[in-house]
């Protein structure tokens, strides 16, 4: 059974930083791809960033690229998404996710994670 759970969202001014935590919880030797998607009310859920399991590639959406960078500490089982230069656009709820797959790609696609976090609110004010 793999568990997620997020957590470091909250309210902050456009140009100021967060970093999300999301620790997954699992029993297996083999390292999950994780992910962390955003969504907004009436849209649909996007990618934001991913890192792999096993080759701890990673991948970001075009939005991300320059602002966001995802890691993970693999001792603590848990993978950070650190957002700098935050703007309005980027609230959202963000949900972490967690997958298992014997590829070195990178997972980006929502139905190719089984397990899922709550969701963790960020708001950017101008």
């Known amino acids: 059974q793999v568990q997620v759970v997020e957590s470091g969202g909250g309210l902050v001014q456009a140009g100021d930083s967060l970093t999300l935590s999301c620790a997954v919880s699992h029993r297996t030797l083999v390292k999950p791809s994780v992910a962390w998607f955003r969504q907004t009310p009436g849209k649909e859920r996007e990618l934001v960033a991913a890192?792999?399991?096993?080759?701890?590639?990673?991948a970001y959406a075009d939005s991300a690229k320059v602002r966001f960078t995802i890691t993970r500490d693999d001792a603590k089982k848990t993978v950070f998404l650190q957002m700098n230069n935050l703007k309005p656009e980027d609230t959202a709820l963000y949900y972490c996710?967690?997958?298992?797959?014997?590829?070195?790609?990178?997972?980006?696609?929502?139905?190719?994670?089984?397990?899922w976090g709550q969701g963790t609110q960020v708001t950017v004010s101008s």
């Open positions: 996710a967690a997958g298992f797959t014997a590829s070195r790609v990178v997972l980006t696609a929502a139905n190719e994670y089984a397990s």
């Open positions: 890192i792999g399991g096993s080759s701890a590639r990673t």
